[in-house]
């Protein structure tokens, strides 16, 4: 991963236009090829960004960063106050809570819960950069990445945008479609869903173990 703190504008260009004036950031690089621009403070999101897969090159303090999708990154540099890089090796990936992990083996036994006629190839589907959840196949026979989470928040969606991005390089499985999978969907992630072309679905734990709902009803 290379780090780079300078005093920099950034541009992008795209589905829509966007402008960061002139100020110091912190520019990470990483391995896989994602630019994401960050300032001082609002956790983890950045201020932009472009998914890998992508072309970065530099020149006399400009860098540009562009996807085969047409869209544009670029970076003015005025000063640079740090470079370095650090070799972080191969992530071991997250580790999924009980609940999340247990979520994940109910649905792979009920992929119906999921969308009617799916069916399931295979757990933790092996990618370079992490671990599907569920691999399946939908009732039309078209290939479907399924990321689940306990609580959906944007992170999950960013998560399953990059795995639908490499998956879809793959000829054997393009076109991949993707459905997010969570007890509770937050409402910036079902926005965020919808702009990249993503399903979110909401489904009931308890219901999925065969437990009655606390909720009162009539009949």
Excluded at 18 to 23: D, G, I, K, S, T
Excluded at 143 to 155: L, Q
Excluded at 172 to 185: D, E, K, S, T, W
Excluded at 187 to 214: K, M, N, T
Aim: glycine share 8%; charged share 25%; proline share 5%.
């Amino acid at each position: 991963m290379r780090l780079v703190i300078a005093r920099c504008s950034v541009d992008y260009a795209g589905r829509l236009s966007a402008h960061l004036p002139m100020a110091v950031r912190l520019i990470m690089v990483k391995a896989d090829g994602c630019v994401a621009v960050h300032a001082d403070g609002g956790a983890y999101k950045p201020l932009n960004w472009m998914n890998a897969p992508n072309r970065l090159t530099e020149s006399h303090g400009v860098w540009s960063v562009a996807n085969p999708k047409g869209e544009t990154l670029t970076i003015t540099i005025d000063e640079v106050l740090s470079d370095t890089a650090w070799e972080m090796g191969v992530d071991p990936g997250l580790q999924k809570d009980g609940v999340e992990a247990h979520l994940q083996a109910l649905l792979a036994a009920n992929c119906d819960a999921i969308e009617l006629g799916m069916r399931l190839v295979r757990r933790e589907f092996p990618t370079d950069i992490g671990p599907v959840d569920l691999l399946c196949k939908s009732a039309d026979g078209a290939t479907v990445a399924v990321e689940i989470k306990r609580r959906g928040e944007i992170d999950g969606v960013e998560q399953l945008t990059r795995y639908l991005e490499f998956l879809n390089r793959d000829p054997m499985l393009r076109p991949v479609r993707g459905v997010f999978v969570a007890q509770q969907v937050r409402p910036q992630a079902r926005v965020l869903a919808g702009d990249r072309g993503i399903v979110w679905v909401e489904v009931d734990y308890d219901a999925l173990r065969g437990l009655e709902s606390r909720e009162l009803r009539l009949f």
